[in-house]
Nanobody, 125 residues
Framework: VQLQASGGGSVQAGGSLRLSCAASGSIKGIDAVGWYRQAPGKQRELVANIVRSGSINYADFVKGLFTITKDDAKNSVFLQMNSLTPEDTAVYYC????????????????????WGKGTLVTVSS
C-alpha cells in the first residue's frame, strides 16, 4: 500500500487548505485512515481519522475548523482545514491501518501500518 499526501503549501493566518491522501496498491476502499501532523520540535499528533463505517474522530484542537472526508471510489481521504493559524504549521501525514475498526476513536497511531511522506503546511501571521 502506498499513500501520497498532497495539498500542503503556504497560507496566511485565516486561510484554508485542502489536503488529499491517495492510496494505491492492495487496497479496496478506505478502511481506516488518519491524518497526523508534526510541528517543528514537537511530537507527532493525531488530527483526525475516519474508518470504513464513516465514523470520524477529531483531535480536540480541531474545534470544528477541520473536516475529514473520504471517497471510497477514489481510495482517497481529504482534510479540509479552515481558519488556519501559525500553530497549525506542521508536516501533515496520512496513514492507514489494515485493521478493522467500528469506530474511529478506536484507531490509534500505533496501529497504523502504512504512512505517506507528508505534506508541509506553513501558516504565516
Amino acid at each position: 500500500v502506498q499513500l501520497q499526501a498532497s495539498g500542503g503549501g503556504s497560507v496566511q493566518a485565516g486561510g484554508s487548505l485542502r489536503l488529499s491522501c491517495a492510496a494505491s496498491g492492495s487496497i479496496k476502499g478506505i478502511d481506516a485512515v488518519g491524518w497526523y501532523r508534526q510541528a517543528p520540535g514537537k511530537q507527532r499528533e493525531l488530527v483526525a481519522n475516519i474508518v470504513r463505517s464513516g465514523s470520524i474522530n477529531y483531535a480536540d484542537f480541531v474545534k470544528g475548523l477541520f473536516t475529514i472526508t473520504k471517497d471510497d471510489a477514489k481510495n482517497s481521504v481529504f482534510l479540509q482545514m479552515n481558519s488556519l493559524t501559525p500553530e497549525d504549521t506542521a508536516v501533515y501525514y496520512c496513514a492507514t491501518s489494515i485493521g478493522v475498526f467500528t469506530a474511529a476513536s478506536m484507531l490509534m497511531e500505533k496501529w497504523m501500518d502504512y504512512w505517506g511522506k507528508g505534506t508541509l503546511v506553513t501558516v504565516s501571521s
